[in-house]
């Protein structure tokens, strides 16, 4: 089959942040598939690479993390406008795989739908625009109710619909019962991140020889509700237990949150910019254990986020502030603790025990890694995924 994936912010393992779609892209190409990808760059000439047989096309489509609501719409939109212009190349796909966020990506998958007859696939990954409405991005009447509009005719017309978690799954059924809704979680690279000593040179890089390392990576926006971490290392230091934050990302938060950090003279917390995925490996490899960190709202305890993934492949100890699906996996496995996000008093009185206990520590550290491998890894989702595609 001939396979087009429309994802704005697609990358590549040198680019770094999230490869959910260029994992799923090699597990087509690794059935035996063609695969073309459409995505954007910040760099104002159109281009195409070539990835080991993946044909990616970067569009010229401004976006950063920092944009504000408007800004965005307008990254969004101009990149619907340009899968418009270019989708003509790829009239003899089989098949179309649009992935939101955005949500407006479904708009072009309609359109080559309705142009072209090729049958789309969408997948949700956040539930938009649910999320920011309930974050009061959006409080326009209006505009909400155009919005949820768009959302519904874009599952309706598509194939199926793939969620990255049964929450998600379940949000959508009870609106939308009659769909055909797929689940396929983001995938642990077990493969690449796997549990290892802690690497003496990089600790004395990163300042974290004989500390408890807890580590947050990826995006640093409104969502994350990163305060809480600056909350729990003011709350560590007050009360002298040796833990270290390592904060790694970049996000529209990131100034304001290093300055919390710096108006309360913290010297346990230390920003990292963001890294590809050898640099993340780095960082995990001088953690104990990984935070998985939101607001605390409903909608944002559906989600599927990659730094979870990666710290299950690394043998971490994992750490959430919300509740939902992740919470009640991690205190099943068990591999990890969940902490109150109305205070950091929960976060300290939880995470004492493995400061002071490192068999305790070591066996929930296994136990993220055996529920990885189970679960989660590369090879066995991807072979979902493909099963579910080539249906089409």
Partial sequence: MRILILHQFFNTPERGGSLRSY??????LEAGHSVTVITTHNHGTETTEQDEGMAIHYLPVAYRNHFGFFKRILSFSQFVYRIVKKAGQFRQADCCYAISAPLTTGLA??????????????EVGDLWPEAPIQLGIIRNGLLKK????LEASIYERATAVVALSGAIRQNILQRFPSLTVHVVPNMADTDFFKPEPKNAALEKHFGTSGKFVVSYIGTMGLANGLEFVIACAAEAMREQLPVHFLLCGEGARLDTLKKQATDRQLKNIQFIPHQNRDGVRKVLSVTDAVMICYRPMPVLETGSPNKYFDGLAAGKLIVVNTGGWMKDE?????????ADPAGPGDFI????????????LADHQQKSRELAERKYARHILGAAFTRIVIKS
């Fill in 23 to 28: 994992y799923l892209g090699r597990a087509l």
């Fill in 330 to 338: 991690v205190e099943d496995a068990p591999c990890g603790i969940a």
């Fill in 146 to 149: 155009i919005l949820y509009r």
């Fill in 109 to 122: 998958a309609i359109w080559i739908r309705c142009r072209y007859g090729i049958p789309y696939y969408f």
């Fill in 349 to 360: 009185r939880k995470i004492k025990p493995f400061v002071g206990n490192r068999a305790m």
